[in-house]
């Protein structure tokens, strides 16, 4: 919807909201876009604005960038969240934007401003509805990716867009935030704080701006009178509030690990609960889709081979629907691999392979193993003494396909589930020299 007055939130409001800048020569860091005579100051003074994205970390500006331009051109603003809104929630802004760009008297005021926050976590169909309007102009979009937009952004939309590179800020730009909090903020101007080292500070803010100030926040809060900034003070602390602190970081992490370690425990309750936990949190969909196919691969694996398949049409239908309905089959594809039995076989087998491999890169592979595309192959020995599978009994012939040195190593050992069991009663076949005596052993 649109924003009205673009002026200092109340006292109350996080220091972070009451620190957002109002215009360029407020705005910190990133003079390369905003400097004088840098390409984006230039836009605005020209008043000829045509759609970007801005690229970059969290908390160097983004948000704050597309609402001064939004400020100084005096354009409507509308904002989007790529992580709730659908292709409904595009099409009935545009139609707001088309009807706002005249006033009642008839008089152009210009494109208004669509402002999509985190535009990677847009589905192909979210981006298509968008492109109509950026074309003609309707809107002009101003998207905020911490992603490679080559990757993320369909090309389409992204030839009708600039992309501008974002930087972390320097300590030198978080010294001139800190100095500015501390000068002109209603509630720090007032309060005695005395600042004796500032490398934890900056440090765990990590050239994050929004990140310093939250730290700050936290630090007054927390602290008698005088508020001493050093760096015991702040490490001190940040791990003492460091669920307030986290906003993304080891906590989030936690969930991650929580989430993974439920499915491959088979507690389908607890997979989703912290399912939920991360898709609250603001989780890229895509994030989870990943790990998801990971996980089936790696902790179901053999013991049911459909949930690679489940998790690999997730991942595709969640990159095309986007969210809130992509919580949907996240939600069916976590119950159904939380609930499937598990094997990590292959991933056994891979890594002894590729360990093995490390310590054996200049075996040979057996002539008869090789192709023979030419005369002086033939002549060679290429391909003599073959045996075509197809040709045998069983579709089977005991040939040797290790090289020479690692005859009868054994990578894959089949685990104790129904459907390895089957794998193994076929290798036991094939292979009784190898999988008779593991089978015997196992037994």
Known sequence: MAEGDFGRTRVLAPLPERMRPRNLDEYVGQKHLVGEGSVLRNMLQSGNLSSFILWGPPGVGKTTLARIVASTLDRSFYTLSAVSAGVKEVREVIDKARADRHS???????S????????????????DALLGAVEDGTVVLIGATTEN???????PLLSRCQVFVLKSLE????QELLDRALREDEVLSQTDIRVEETDA????????????L???EILIDASPRPVIVSNQRVAQVLQENSARY????EMHYDIISAFIKSVRGSDPNAAVYYLARMLDGGEDPLFIARRLCILASEDVGLANPNAMLLANACFQIVASIGMPEARIPL???TIYLASSPKSNSAYLAVDAALSMAKQTQTASVPLYLRNAPTKLMEQLGYADGYKYAHDYPGHFTDLEFMPEGLEGTVFYQPQDNRHEANLKAYLSQCWPKYYGTLSKEKD
């Open 104 to 110: 009642m008297f008839g008089v152009d005021k210009g």
């Open 112 to 127: 208004p401003i669509l402002f999509i926050d985190e535009i990677h976590r847009f589905s192909k169909n979210q981006q």
């Open 149 to 155: 937009p080559s990757f993320e952004v369909i090309n």
């Open 171 to 174: 300590p030198a730009d978080l």
């Open 201 to 212: 500070l900056f440090r765990f803010a990590g050239g994050d701006a929004r990140k310093l």
């Open 214 to 216: 939250n730290i700050l």
């Open 246 to 249: 986290d906003k993304g970081g």
């Open 331 to 333: 939600s069916e594809t």
